[in-house]
């Protein structure tokens, strides 16, 4: 039984060390209501003050994604857990058409898209494929993904 987005957002793509061991940290966030970020929504780094917020179209900075890891961060928590390494690949959520091996940025409500004129900056790393798709576990060729799937994307890591 195929997986929803909802159930693969957030998860690694691989539990190794890549995407575990070495690549979720724990960073600062803005703290008060409405400021949890749930799971498998792409965030961002202010270069002002070092807080992680919810990316949006047009972000620049680290980018990283909220793993589904206990605890998830409520409104009141001062911290926050993220992946943001480079080569780490996590399951988001696609705004829109993305073809295989293209660079994405993030979009409305942490989610990708696929890079069209934003600069380098922009960029939260590559669409990799589907659940299952093109991966070591998996079989398949991966395809082009259109609004909504989960995504496996490929972090670039480090500041952008």
Request: negative net charge; glycine residues 14%; charged residues 20%.
């Amino acid at each position: 039984m195929p997986l929803t987005t909802a159930e693969l957002i957030g998860t690694p793509a691989y539990a190794d060390e890549t995407d575990l061991n070495r690549s979720v940290d724990s960073g600062k966030k803005a703290t008060g209501g409405g400021s949890a970020i749930a799971v498998g929504k792409i965030v961002v780094c202010a270069t002002v003050g070092g807080n992680w917020a919810l990316a949006t179209a047009g972000s620049t900075g680290t980018m990283g994604i909220i793993p589904k890891l206990d605890p998830v961060n409520g409104d009141s928590d001062t911290t926050i857990n993220v992946v943001h390494r480079a080569l780490a690949e996590y399951y988001a959520e696609a705004n829109g058409n993305i073809t295989v091996n293209a660079d994405v940025v993030a979009d409305t409500g942490g989610k990708v898209k696929q890079r069209a004129a934003e600069a380098d900056n922009c960029v939260v790393g590559k669409y990799m494929g589907h659940y299952g798709e093109g991966s070591l576990s998996g079989s398949g060729v991966p395809t082009n993904a259109i609004a909504t799937d989960a995504v496996r994307i490929r972090f670039k890591g480090g500041s952008t």
